[in-house]
């Protein structure tokens, strides 16, 4: 199964592409899709919808996950990762994709074994996990591989409780 990533953010959402097979788990591609700020959000958002439908058609998914929101001081922060997210998730249903949302706690429990792990812990975690030769660049790109990885574990784990059942 091919499990697409995504850590949606107006000005960089990463993505993560990794290849699922039965306890196996390698990277495909990841990245980061870049918005310019001085660019209308309409404009943005369409970019970064448009790069998603990209992505689904590149590598054709069957599966994808998003991290979900974490609520900070800001408003205004999330207001425009919550657009981000909209115009990724606008294009997974176009797909015909159904996305899982995880907290990032989760993915960082999923991935590390603890819930508050620190980007360094995750990258390294990611990069051992799916055997790349160096980490990715992008604390984005290896947020969404992480994402990945988490659903991937999530829904083997979830397989086999329907089946003891």
Same mark, same amino acid.
């Given at each position: 199964?091919?499990?697409?990533?995504?850590?949606? %953010? +107006?000005? !960089?959402? *990463?993505? *993560?592409?990794?290849?699922?097979?039965?306890?196996?788990?390698?990277a495909l591609d990841h990245?980061?899709?870049?918005?310019?700020?001085?660019?209308?959000?309409?404009?943005?958002?369409? @970019?970064?919808?448009?790069?998603?439908?990209?992505?689904?058609?590149?590598?054709?998914?069957?599966?994808?996950?998003? !991290?979900?929101?974490?609520? *900070?001081?800001?408003?205004?922060?999330?207001?425009?990762? *919550?657009?981000?997210?909209?115009?990724v998730l606008a294009a997974? %249903? $176009? @797909?015909?994709?159904? $996305?899982? %949302?995880?907290?990032?706690?989760?993915?960082?429990?999923?991935?590390c074994g603890f819930g508050? @792990?620190?980007?360094?812990? +995750?990258?390294? +975690?990611?990069?051992?996990?799916?055997?790349?030769? @160096?980490?990715?660049?992008?604390?984005?790109?290896?947020? $969404?591989?992480?994402?990945?990885?988490?659903?991937?574990?999530?829904?083997?784990?979830?397989?086999?409780?329907?089946?003891?059942?």
């Amino acid at each position: 199964m091919i499990v697409l990533g995504i850590d949606p %953010g +107006m000005a !960089e959402t *990463g993505f *993560g592409v990794i290849a699922v097979d039965g306890s196996r788990m390698r990277a495909l591609d990841h990245g980061v899709v870049t918005t310019a700020a001085d660019v209308p959000a309409a404009a943005r958002l369409a @970019a970064l919808h448009e790069r998603t439908t990209e992505l689904i058609s590149r590598h054709a998914p069957g599966a994808a996950a998003l !991290e979900d929101l974490f609520v *900070g001081a800001n408003p205004r922060t999330i207001l425009s990762v *919550g657009q981000a997210r909209g115009a990724v998730l606008a294009a997974l %249903g $176009a @797909a015909g994709l159904v $996305a899982a %949302g995880y907290p990032p706690a989760e993915v960082k429990k999923a991935v590390c074994g603890f819930g508050r @792990a620190d980007k360094g812990q +995750m990258t390294r +975690m990611v990069g051992a996990i799916l055997g790349l030769d @160096a980490p990715p660049a992008s604390d984005h790109a290896a947020d $969404a591989l992480a994402v990945a990885v988490c659903h991937a574990t999530r829904s083997r784990s979830s397989a086999r409780l329907a089946v003891a059942r």
